[in-house]
């Protein structure tokens, strides 16, 4: 007799109670105040268990943003690229100012500043967002609205460095103008050839 096993079983379950009860601590006490004593009273899960699959709150953070980066990106459609594009630096913006996802989408920035595994799971997880991104590039190409030869990825990359220069560099708050004016320049140099 075979035996079936559900999709996901236990383990996917205590992931996802664990990676639920990070984003919730990283919310509410950032990235400095994560702690897998809170993680494991959130989660129900035992701190051994956590620490042995985890193993820190790095590896934590890690986890959740391997499985971010494994989710689909809302792609934009708007019919143009400097509405896909402006569309993207928008959704980078108001990521990060939103109450609930931008206290755990800066908690993931600085982990990533500080610790080689989170640094790892940010690389993957960006180059995910970006790939996804691309196709609103690959589109405009097909429409006759830019050159095939333009680097689809690294003008994705060009639109959205803006954004975080401001936040994580400058400290300058972002404002919907400024993701425009992010956007515009990036699709400027595409169409200058500088991509």
């Given at each position: 007799?075979?035996?079936?096993?559900?999709?996901?079983?236990?383990?996917a379950r205590v992931r996802d109670a664990v990676r639920q009860a990070t984003l919730v601590e990283l919310t509410q006490h950032?990235?400095?105040?994560?702690?897998?004593?809170?993680v494991a009273k959130r989660s129900g899960v035992h701190k051994t268990s956590i620490y042995r699959r985890w193993g820190s709150p790095e590896g934590l953070i890690a986890d959740a943003l391997e499985l971010a980066a494994s989710?689909?990106?809302?792609?934009?459609?708007?019919?143009?690229?400097?509405?896909?594009?402006?569309?993207?630096?928008?959704?980078?913006?108001?990521?990060f100012a939103d109450p609930r996802g931008g206290p755990?989408?800066?908690a993931f920035i600085v982990a990533a500043m500080q610790n080689s595994?989170?640094?790892?799971?940010?690389r993957i997880f960006t180059t995910s967002r970006r790939t996804q991104s691309a196709e609103l590039v690959r589109r405009a190409?097909?429409?006759g609205e830019l050159a095939a030869e333009v680097?689809?990825?690294?003008l994705v990359r060009y639109a959205v460095a803006p954004i975080y220069y401001r936040l994580f560099i400058t400290h300058e708050p972002v404002t919907a103008e400024d993701a425009v004016k992010a956007a515009d320049a990036a699709l400027a140099a595409?169409?200058?050839?500088v991509l």
């Open positions: 007799m075979e035996i079936q096993r559900r999709p996901g079983g236990r383990s950032g990235h400095q105040g994560l702690t897998v004593e809170n989710e689909p990106w809302p792609i934009p459609d708007t019919g143009t690229l400097v509405g896909d594009l402006r569309a993207i630096t928008e959704l980078v913006r108001a990521g755990v989408a800066s595994a989170a640094a790892d799971a940010m190409v097909a429409r680097d689809a990825e690294e595409a169409r200058a050839g």
